[in-house]
């Protein structure tokens, strides 16, 4: 099992990202695939997840409107585009596969996570 996250990298502030997540060695469609990131000091937080089976999207309150998820199902892979990124988006993000995500009234959750891959930097300048 392998998901490998890519494309981060130093941007000022306003600025974007794409971040790219290719999976192999599972079955894609079994998992919803989410993005999760750690700033020094601070708990990892999920930021947004997607099921391949049905295009469901979830986003966390904190990048809703500027970020957006999407997936290539023919190539097992999950994008993130960050738009409008602000100095506090700065962490290392990290893809994943999991069982379920939800909304609990308007906040985002999930559970399940089985596969984690390794992390890519972001880094916001001011």
């Known amino acids: 099992v392998q998901l490998q996250a890519s494309g981060g990298g130093l941007v000022q502030a306003g600025g974007s990202l794409r971040l790219s997540c290719a999976a192999s060695g599972f079955t894609f469609d079994d998992y919803k695939i989410g993005w999760f990131r750690q700033a020094p000091g601070k708990e990892r937080e999920g930021v947004s997840c997607i099921s391949s089976s049905d295009e469901r999207t979830y986003y966390a309150g904190s990048v809703k409107g500027r970020f957006t998820i999407s997936s290539d199902n023919a190539k097992n892979t999950v994008y993130l585009q960050m738009n409008s990124l602000k100095p506090e988006d700065t962490a290392v993000y990290y893809c994943?596969?999991?069982?379920?995500?939800?909304?609990?009234?308007?906040?985002?959750?999930?559970?399940?996570?089985?596969?984690w891959g390794k992390g890519t930097q972001v880094t916001v300048s001011s």
């Open positions: 994943a596969a999991l069982l379920h995500c939800y909304y609990s009234g308007s906040y985002y959750s999930y559970y399940g996570i089985d596969y």
